[in-house]
């Protein structure tokens, strides 16, 4: 089933967290001072655009020994483990990162993809709320979220952040608002063979969304 849908984003930025200052990413994303740790960072790229990542994780080990906090090197030694499927390692180094850079998109986007690899779906959560907190305009938080309170079977929580998630998406006209519309036909499918379609109804009312 294709779910038409049309909406109006309804910001939902917590009081209570501190607002991002503007250049924080400029500054934790960007090139380490320590030329010998982005020399390193340089070369571990190059690796693992050519798919060697052990090559490329002893070269962020050798940018990271020079330079601690280098946060692109923290991230990218996580990527790196992450496609060897060592997924206990890329978690480590995606929370050290987030310890240099709590706010940080990225390790909060993807040490949420390595829990729901190992089916640890509450602390993928976890980490995806943290996501929407600090980047409420950011719909990665919110799908991730839903798909994975959608694979702990609590629907309607599911269905609320997927539903932001769409509207996002479909506002910035991103290509990833087919995979948020394919999300909304699986949840509705479930629901209807459980008779709750006036619930995804109303919850879809309820994040101002009109389906067609």
């Given at each position: 089933?294709?779910?038409?849908?049309?909406?109006?984003?309804?910001?939902?930025?917590?009081?209570?967290?501190?607002?991002?200052?503007?250049?924080?990413?400029?500054?934790?994303y960007g090139e380490s001072k320590n030329k010998k740790a982005q020399n390193f960072y340089v070369i571990a790229k190059d690796?693992?655009?050519?798919?060697?990542?052990?090559?490329?994780?002893?070269?962020?080990?050798?940018?990271?020994?020079?330079?601690?906090?280098?946060?692109?090197?923290?991230?990218?030694?996580?990527?790196?483990y992450r496609q060897l499927n060592d997924y206990d390692n890329a978690i480590k180094y995606y929370k050290k990162s987030l310890?240099?850079?709590?706010?940080?998109?990225?390790?909060?986007?993807?040490?949420?993809?390595?829990?729901?690899?190992?089916?640890?779906?509450?602390?993928?959560?976890?980490?995806?709320?943290?996501?929407?907190?600090?980047?409420?305009?950011?719909?990665?938080?919110?799908?991730?979220?839903?798909?994975?309170?959608?694979?702990?079977?609590?629907?309607?929580?599911?269905?609320?952040?997927?539903?932001?998630?769409?509207?996002?998406?479909?506002?910035?006209?991103?290509?990833?608002?087919?995979?948020?519309?394919?999300?909304?036909?699986?949840?509705?499918?479930?629901?209807?063979?459980?008779?709750?379609?006036?619930?995804?109804?109303?919850?879809?009312?309820?994040?101002?969304?009109?389906?067609?």
């Amino acid at each position: 089933m294709i779910l038409k849908i049309q909406g109006v984003v309804s910001k939902k930025c917590p009081n209570l967290v501190p607002s991002l200052t503007e250049n924080k990413d400029d500054v934790f994303y960007g090139e380490s001072k320590n030329k010998k740790a982005q020399n390193f960072y340089v070369i571990a790229k190059d690796f693992m655009q050519k798919n060697n990542y052990k090559l490329a994780i002893e070269s962020f080990l050798l940018a990271l020994n020079e330079d601690p906090n280098f946060v692109l090197a923290l991230d990218d030694i996580a990527v790196s483990y992450r496609q060897l499927n060592d997924y206990d390692n890329a978690i480590k180094y995606y929370k050290k990162s987030l310890e240099v850079y709590p706010e940080g998109n990225f390790a909060l986007m993807n040490i949420g993809v390595v829990y729901t690899f190992k089916s640890d779906y509450k602390t993928a959560i976890s980490y995806y709320e943290k996501l929407i907190q600090y980047h409420p305009n950011n719909a990665e938080g919110y799908f991730g979220a839903g798909k994975n309170y959608f694979l702990m079977k609590d629907d309607e929580k599911a269905l609320d952040n997927i539903f932001m998630a769409h509207i996002i998406y479909t506002n910035e006209n991103s290509d990833y608002q087919k995979d948020s519309e394919q999300m909304l036909g699986a949840i509705y499918q479930k629901m209807k063979s459980e008779n709750k379609e006036d619930l995804f109804k109303k919850i879809a009312e309820k994040n101002n969304v009109k389906i067609e």
